[in-house]
């Protein structure tokens, strides 16, 4: 073979003349012979094999060539041909690699054949590949039409193929086919074949669904041999960055590719080489569109969840990125991090360096809990939470990491808050401490153990010698003097010295005696030495030497120089361990053994780490109760996904045990009745993990679980807590599940006593029995006897609470008959039932039992729902607990008469000694306004729907009865189809029936031989006399009955509604004033006429002084508000002033009344001039922070440009009838708060004489100028040039004077400049005599009553008003503690009132 293959950059060249023995292409074969040669290529592949390509060649690059124009078969079969070469050529290479000598002939032709093949079945796949692309976005939207069938079914099929054609590339690149090569130098164009045809595979947009994984898996393998084999590892690295910039798509797939290509190739440097490209690239680079970098950012992300220890020596590129301006690249940086920390970082055996790197990188996520957006903020806290759920965040970074993730609580991103949550709860689920202990439990314990640790610390202080230090370490510290002292020793300076020293010696003999062997001197010279007596020890040692001459430890002296006496003393001082031993035992004895000092330091240590355990203990459970708090108030946010992140939340510290985590789920069970499907679903879903779905060995067992939490759960829960229970409980009880029976038999047995337990579980035990019933009647009502003869029988006395709740209990059973169509079902007044309980209630009445009143009210309420002729039985039951009461009173009389006899005889004692129990008395007037508020419940509601159901079964029979002809049938159903057309079908006897049950209210419950009549005047003696009866009980209990007696007719409610107005302004109970007020709210519904009047007396209250007077008030007048019984007016502006009250949950209902007011069309608007008059009157003397704040919420509500076109104007027409600075001021602030539209800044511009000449204070010019700084930002041109010169004109009246800026100079210049200007009116001055323009002008009518509007009047009776006391005993002036009669406010305002049975159908 003469020639040889060159794979040529584009196809075209291949039938161009080439150089000297390069392959040209020959003959071209035609579309129409195509066929007939593949035949022929086909039949020599058979006989020849693989390589007949080389003769064959031109056929397949025909096909190339006509690839257009070809049928789509040719060219499968092609392919198929070409697939069949490659993989032959893969089967004999490998004989022909291994053989030791073949010739150059024999190795060209078989890379000849390796070129050809493999450049034909690369652009033939590419070919093939772009075509089904096409076909694919072509028969896209043909969705189930035999088109996009087809098309589906060829994309398919090449799917196939396209995975043969891999394999095939694969098996044959992956010999050693590179000595093939003259000096195994594979050129770079055949290389660049295969890798062009890979990455035009991976641009389908469908290469990274899971269908096509095979396809992606040969191409990571193809490029890694390619990549290892063929010098691809540039090439790869700059291709990656390419096609992730162009295809976002492909940042998983070459996540996995290049994780492929460093393990399982062990290229590992391709990581380095791409990360690199991404660290170079510039954050404008970045931040450009198209950039890649969100591409660039997952492929990081998925890059080191794969491999993160090979991240590591890359990590310095990429960190910084987390100082640039994209977020995303920061929070793939944030996950990179994560996953080190995760999967490498981590664990007890880091060495220093792995620890420092993992506290740098935790640093750095710290720093961006922080970060300038919010979407990194919270990718960053979800990292953390990955760490915190992997255990690998160190016990140290603990409370500092839990601290900022309660700070992220309070973030603007709900993104971040949600992530912050969920990080909190990881950190509860994971903690290495308790969880179970709160802050004040762990407080006394830590206390303890730190005084424990202080007395550890001083005990050893006053144990511990002064530290040990070695003889080498004495000896280096004393040598400097001691060289001194040994050369004064041996070398006196003077005679005088010598002499002196002599005299020593003489002095000193007794003292540097000789010991009697040499031993023993050697411990005397290191003593003296030990005790700084140096010169002492120089002398011993020089006469030692004379005495011991012939001892070793001397023998150096022999010769007295400095250095042998010093070398001398150094081996005596330091020694042998002999000498060591022994000086030891002669030196004094140390406080304590090597041993025990071990020990103490050890139970020390172990004090340590207990107190610093308690410490982060504490911390942590500080931060516990610190977020529990936060999350708690976030059940109630708008947001549904903030909502149901808390509620998961509350599950997690309910199922952990944490302190205080039940308060959450009390917090989160009204959400049952949420609007919000999901919020519902969640709060429900909750509930049935903590309490519905137990755990046990068995269903007994399960069952007592199940109790044991929700009796938990009712214990001190409110009225309000166990309604909401109650629906998650019915539904448990009504979804047939096969606990229900066990958890009732339970139920009956913690309530009857068999299995012993506490009166609060009793008391839970009977309510859950209620919830029960409420799905199914028969759980109670066949167990009345058992309920009567455990709570209602002879100890009924003993626990008014539980019989309390029995009683609820049973009247659950009502539910059921109420909502029934039929006949009511009643029990006889002989029942057991109302035995029990009419002899408990009056047996109570003369007891001081304080649960004895809500136990009568339920037993009241029970009795006129089940009994037959309630008001007989009651009746009866009011007679007798009046005459044990009277016995009370006789048989006391009695005593004390008998007492003051014997003491002195006299009348008076025994008129003193006939007084009634204050506490008795009182129960029985709270027994009489119950029994008289039923009596009317029962009459209008029982007793009417009863005549109303007879009516129907009367009229259905007698039309059933009577059969009319078919004339009188035609005009029977005309009339009543005109009549029900009109609205008049029964309506004349419906109001027969509430007629007659208006006329026994009005004439018969208070006639003279009713027991109720006698009640009545003692009821408002008792409360006009408040001087006389001052007893608190008995005040709360007369004015609540007598509230209820009101309800009974217009009559008595007029009688004693001045009564109860002075009671509801003078009483000094907060419980009476606020008992008054929720009364006064029932009878405004009831008979709005009578009480329209006195509207503005129920608004005063809600600047009560007590707090809790405050709160009833504003819920009353909400709801009366909200359901239109009271009309809205300008007292609403003292609801405003709530907004700043001081206690928080009064300013939330406040918010809530006005959120709620919002919804109605136009209220706040209709109402803000007046309520701006009101809280800027200067009587008032409110400071303007709050006014600001009052009127920032007020205004938030305003968001229609009619609106606030209509408010500028009125606002600005309110500046003339204001006589205060401060007034002037509130108004401006008040148009600064105002979103202010271009209508509305035009309005401004025309009102501009009504507040130019108040310009000059800076209270009036700020607010106004502020106004221009918001309409400036984001204006047009034309828009921003009227602002601009409108905010001229405030600065020049504001700083000169409008007198001195509005001259008529000035105006006739102003009006040369042009017309353009006269949008804005100017104000002339009075003086001048000029008339104002039309706009501007006033009439008196509105002036005047703008004036009065903005200044609260007086109350016309404050001048007439008597002053009253309380305090008066006397009989005659007892009713002087009624409003006088010119006190009495007049019916302005007549309220048409529904009819009392249309109100009680709503």
Request: net charge negative; proline share 3%; aromatic share 6%.
């Amino acid at each position: 073979m003469s020639w040889d293959f060159f794979v040529p950059v584009c196809t075209g060249d291949l039938v161009k003349s080439g150089g000297i023995n390069q392959y040209v292409v020959q003959d071209v074969v035609s579309p129409k012979q195509l066929p007939a040669s593949l035949s022929r290529f086909k039949a020599a592949l058979r006989s020849q094999g693989p390589l007949c390509i080389l003769e064959h060649f031109d056929t397949c690059y025909s096909v190339l060539q006509h690839c257009n124009s070809v049928e789509l078969g040719v060219k499968e079969d092609t392919l198929e041909l070409l697939v069949q070469v490659v993989n032959g050529l893969a089967a004999t290479l490998p004989a022909l690699l291994m053989a030791t000598s073949v010739s150059a002939a024999e190795r060209k032709e078989k890379l000849n054949a390796v070129k050809m093949s493999v450049f034909l079945i690369c652009k033939l796949t590419e070919t093939l590949e772009v075509f089904s692309c096409r076909q694919s976005i072509v028969t896209a939207p043909g969705k189930g039409g035999k088109k996009g069938k087809a098309g589906g079914e060829g994309l398919m099929q090449w799917d196939t193929e396209r995975e043969k054609v891999l394999q095939a590339l694969v098996q044959l690149l992956q010999l050693d086919i590179r000595s093939l090569w003259n000096l195994s130098l594979v050129e770079e164009e055949f290389v660049s074949c295969v890798t062009c045809c890979c990455y035009k595979v991976l641009e389908n947009p469908t290469i990274s669904h899971v269908k096509s994984k095979p396809t992606r898996d040969c191409i990571i393998h193809l490029l890694g041999v390619l990549i290892k084999k063929y010098n691809h590892l540039l090439g790869a690295s700059v291709k990656v960055i390419q096609l992730l910039q162009h295809f976002e798509q492909l940042s998983s797939v070459f996540a996995q590719a290049v994780s492929v290509w460093s393990t399982e190739y062990g290229v590992r440097s391709i990581i380095g080489e791409v990360i690199r490209e991404i660290g170079q690239k510039s954050s404008e680079e970045l931040a450009r569109e198209g950039s890649g970098v969100k591409a660039f950012s997952t492929f990081l992300s998925e890059l080191s969840g794969l491999v993160p220890e090979l991240m590591i020596p890359n990590i310095s590129v990429l960190i910084t990125h987390l100082e640039g301006e994209s977020h995303t690249m920061r929070v793939a940086v944030c996950e990179v991090l994560g996953d080190i920390l995760v999967r490498v970082l981590c664990g007890d055996g880091l060495d220093e360096s792995g620890k420092a790197d993992r506290d740098r990188f935790f640093d750095t996520l710290q720093e961006h809990l922080h970060d300038t957006h919010s979407h990194v903020r919270a990718r960053v806290l979800q990292v953390y939470t990955r760490i915190v759920n992997s255990k690998a965040l160190p016990l140290c970074k603990y409370s500092e990491v839990m601290e900022l993730a309660v700070g992220r609580l309070m973030d603007k991103s709900i993104n971040a808050v949600k992530s912050a949550i969920q990080l909190l709860a990881a950190f509860i689920a994971h903690n290495p401490y308790s969880c179970k202990l709160s802050s004040a439990d762990l407080k006394i314990p830590l206390e303890k153990e730190t005084v424990k640790l202080r007395e550890m610390k001083e005990k050893l202080e006053g144990k511990a010698p002064v530290a040990v230090i070695k003889a080498s370490e004495l000896w280096a510290a004393m040598e400097p003097e001691l060289l001194i002292t040994v050369g004064t020793e041996l070398e006196p300076s003077s005679d005088t010295e010598k002499d002196q020293q002599e005299d020593e010696n003489d002095q000193d003999v007794e003292e540097e005696k000789v010991a009697e062997d040499d031993r023993s001197t050697a411990v005397m010279i290191a003593q003296y030495l030990r005790v700084n007596k140096y010169r002492n020890a120089v002398r011993l040692c020089i006469k030692a030497h004379s005495c011991f001459p012939e001892s070793e430890r001397f023998a150096s002296l022999s010769t007295v120089t400095p250095e042998t006496l010093m070398e001398t003393l150094a081996l005596i001082f330091k020694g042998s361990d002999e000498d060591a031993a022994e000086l030891s035992q002669n030196l004094p004895p140390t406080p304590q053994k090597e041993g025990e000092k071990e020990g103490e330091d050890g139970e020390l240590k172990k004090q340590e780490m207990l107190v610093q355990y308690l410490k982060d203990t504490e911390t942590f459970a500080l931060l516990v109760e610190r977020a529990i708090s936060v999350i708690n108030t976030m059940l109630y946010m708008k947001t549904t996904s903030v909502v149901q992140e808390a509620v998961q939340f509350c599950v997690t510290v309910c199922e952990f045990s944490v302190a205080n985590s039940v308060s959450g789920v009390r917090k989160m069970l009204p959400l049952v009745w949420s609007t919000d499907t999901a919020i519902k679903d969640a709060v429900v879903q909750a509930y049935r993990r903590l309490y519905l779905n137990p755990q046990g060995d068995n269903i007994r067992m399960k069952a007592h679980t199940l109790v044991d939490s929700l009796s938990e759960l009712m214990v001190d829960a409110s009225l309000g807590t166990i309604q909401c229970l109650e629906e998650i409980v019915q539904e448990f009880f009504g979804g047939g599940s096969n606990l229900q029976s066990t958890v009732v038999q339970v139920l009956w047995e913690r309530f009857t006593g068999k299995r012993e337990t506490s009166g609060l579980n009793r008391r839970a035990a009977v309510l859950l029995l209620g919830m029960a019933t409420r799905a199914e009647r028969e759980v109670v009502l066949s167990n009345l006897d058992t309920l009567c003869s455990v709570a209602l029988g002879e100890k009924v006395t003993e626990d008014f609470l539980l019989a309390r709740d029995t009683v609820i209990t049973i009247c659950s059973i009502t539910d059921h008959i109420r909502q029934s169509k039929g006949a009511p079902f009643r029990l006889p007044q002989d029942h057991q039932l109302f035995t029990c309980l009419t002899q408990a209630l009056a047996e109570g009445v003369v007891m001081e039992d304080p649960y004895w009143q809500g136990f009568m009210e339920q037993a009241v309420r029970l009795i006129y729902f089940l009994a037959e002729s309630p008001d007989q039985l009651c009746s009866r039951l009011v007679q007798r607990s009046a005459r044990l009461l009277l016995d009370q009173i006789a048989e006391g009389g009695e005593v004390n008469k008998d007492s003051g006899q014997t003491q002195d005889g006299s009348q008076e004692s025994s008129e003193q000694g006939e007084q009634v129990n204050c506490v008795c008395l009182a129960q029985l007037l709270a027994l009489s306004g119950c029994v008289a508020f039923w009596q009317v419940s029962h009459l209008e509601r029982s007793v009417s729907a009863e005549l109303r159901r007879r009516r129907g079964e009367t009229e259905e029979r007698e039309e059933k009865e009577k059969v009319p002809s078919s004339k009188a049938k035609q005009q029977s159903a005309n009339e009543s189809a005109m009549e029900e057309e009109l609205g008049l079908m029964g309506a004349s006897a419906e109001d027969t029936e509430a007629e007659l049950i208006r006329k026994i209210c009005e004439t018969e419950l208070l006639a003279d031989e009713n027991l109720l009549c006698a009640f009545l005047p003692l009821l408002v003696k008792v409360c006009s006399s408040p001087g006389r009866y001052s007893h608190p009980q008995l005040t709360t209990a007369a004015c609540l009955a007598l509230s209820q007696y009101m309800m009974i007719s217009p009559s008595v409610c007029q009688e004693n509604i001045r009564l109860i107005f002075t009671v509801l302004e003078r009483s000094t109970l907060p419980v009476v004033r606020a008992n008054a007020l929720i009364a006064l709210g029932d009878l405004t519904v009831r008979f709005p006429n009578i009480l329209e009047p006195w509207t503005q007396n129920l608004y005063a209250r809600l600047s009560d002084e007590v707090p809790s007077v405050r709160q009833t008030a504003v819920t009353v007048l909400t709801q009366l508000v909200l359901k239109d019984v009271l009309k809205v007016k300008g007292q609403v502006s003292e609801v405003a002033v709530l907004l700043i009250d001081p206690e928080s949950h009064i300013t939330s209902l406040a918010l809530n009344f006005f959120n709620e007011l919002a919804t109605k069309d136009n209220a706040i608007y209709n109402l803000l001039p007046d309520i701006i008059s009101r809280l800027s009157d200067p009587e008032r003397g409110m400071s303007s922070e709050d006014f600001n704040t009052i009127m920032k919420q007020l205004f938030s509500y305003i968001t229609k440009e009619r609106q606030t076109e209509s408010l500028v104007e009125k606002l600005c027409q309110r500046f003339r009838t204001a006589k205060t600075e401060r007034q002037w001021c509130d108004l401006a602030t008040s148009l600064s708060l105002l979103s202010m539209c271009e209508r509305g800044f035009k309005r401004l511009q025309e009102c501009w004489e009504c507040y130019s000449d108040k310009l000059t204070e800076p209270g009036v010019y700020q607010p106004l100028l502020s106004i221009t700084a918001k309409l400036r930002r984001g204006a047009k041109a034309l828009f921003k040039a009227q602002v601009d010169e409108f905010e001229k004109r405030l600065t020049a009246v504001h700083t000169r004077g409008l007198e001195n800026v509005e001259s008529p100079e000035m105006d006739e210049e102003n009006q040369k400049q042009g017309s353009s200007e006269k949008t804005v009116t100017r104000t002339p001055l009075p003086t001048r005599g000029r008339t104002r323009s039309k706009r501007g002008q006033v009439k008196p009518s509105s002036s005047s009553h703008g004036d009065e509007s903005f200044v609260t009047p007086q109350k016309s009776r404050k001048s007439k008003k008597p002053q009253i006391t309380f305090s008066s005993d006397e009989e005659e002036d007892e009713e002087d503690a009624v409003m006088a009669e010119s006190e009495t406010p007049k019916v302005t305002t007549p309220i048409s009132r529904t009819s009392r049975r249309a109100r009680l159908r709503n």
